[in-house]
């Protein structure tokens, strides 16, 4: 554990930590990740704090809780409001937990907007998806059919928490699809809760008790570095593909040492830039959300709103060893 982690020992510690200095006459956005120290969640700070220099009267307020969890979220929710900020940007650690404290945010005069992992619609404005999920769902078992070839094979799931919101939803989305790719014969579903020592825990039980199994699907960035380390740490490169997605900075070297194939991921950078955008457009009163409005989110285009006031921000990308290391010097 770094000086700086062990820092971050409270919610309101956390706040003030990762806040950056505040104007009174900017708009104060607060994007709360599902954890600190997540490197998918530091390239979306990037992006915030890019959409904020180029809105020019926004200060960005980074922040989550240590552990993963929705009492933690909670905590930092109500801390926020009493904070008094303008907007909540939210990657949600539960869908449903969370709607009271945001409920009471939006009751406050705060504009609340979900991005990656959803809220439930009573509690936000709108839901931006980082990408379509059948799309998603579909490219995680298309890269797991791919790498097994002709070859029918034993594949596994290891997902983040039971109650993430957006990995249940692919996990549903990758079932949807199975009929279309008869070489994939998913055996197990099992959860890693978005901890590295826990996840590469789940992966030797997955390979100690699947010996057949060929590959693994981790549609987590913290779930599918662990699975690739344990894969090769068991001496099982070449032998069992862990695919799914991650970022490239991390997954670089295990690209380079076989034990992935392939693996897909939006742009992280532009997923934290996007969803400042739609909070500030919201707050601003520049944009509503409605089914089919069309608002803007800056160099990105625009997104759609759909009658669940849910959008789509793009499709994912695959990586793999043509392009992974030039992507791993950005995010």
Not at 14 to 30: R, T
Request: one cysteine or more; hydrophobic letters at 45%; charged letters at 20%.
């Amino acid at each position: 554990m770094t000086l700086f982690k062990k820092l971050i020992v409270t919610t309101a510690a956390a706040i003030a930590l990762m806040a950056s200095p505040a104007s009174a006459e900017n708009l104060k956005i607060a994007l709360v990740v599902k954890t600190l120290g997540n490197g998918f969640f530091d390239a979306a700070h990037k992006g915030a704090q890019e959409a904020a220099k180029e809105l020019g009267n926004v200060d960005i307020i980074y922040t989550g809780p240590t552990t993963s969890t929705a009492e933690a979220q909670i905590d930092v929710v109500n801390s926020l409001i009493a904070q008094k900020v303008d907007a909540i940007a939210i990657s949600a650690n539960d869908k449903d937990a969370l709607v009271p404290a945001l409920k009471k945010a939006m009751q406050r005069g705060i504009t609340v907007i979900s991005w990656d992992s959803g809220v439930a619609p009573e509690g936000r404005q709108l839901h931006l998806n980082p990408s379509s999920n059948p799309l998603i769902g579909n490219m995680c078992v298309k890269l797991a059919s791919d790498g097994l070839g002709s070859d029918k094979g034993d594949v596994a799931i290891l997902s983040a928490a039971s109650t993430a919101t957006n990995q249940n939803i692919w996990i549903e989305e990758m079932k949807k699809v199975l009929p279309n790719y008869k070489n994939v014969n998913l055996v197990d579903t099992v959860y890693g809760d978005d901890l590295a020592d826990k996840s590469y825990r789940e992966t030797q039980g997955l390979i100690a008790k699947y010996p057949n199994l060929k590959a693994i699907i981790a549609p987590t960035s913290v779930g599918i570095v662990a699975a690739a380390q344990a894969v090769e740490d068991a001496g099982l490169v070449g032998k069992v593909n862990v695919t799914g997605l991650g970022l490239p900075s991390e997954m670089a070297g295990h690209v380079k040492a076989g034990s992935s194939k392939a693996f897909a991921i939006w742009n992280p950078i532009d997923l934290g830039y996007s969803a400042t955008y739609l909070a500030y457009e919201l707050k601003t009163g520049k944009a509503e959300a409605k089914p089919d409005a069309e608002i803007s989110i800056g160099r990105m285009g625009k997104i759609k709103l759909d009658a669940n006031n849910e959008a789509a921000m793009a499709d994912p990308f695959v990586y793999d060893a043509k392009n992974v290391e030039e992507f791993a010097k950005i995010f």
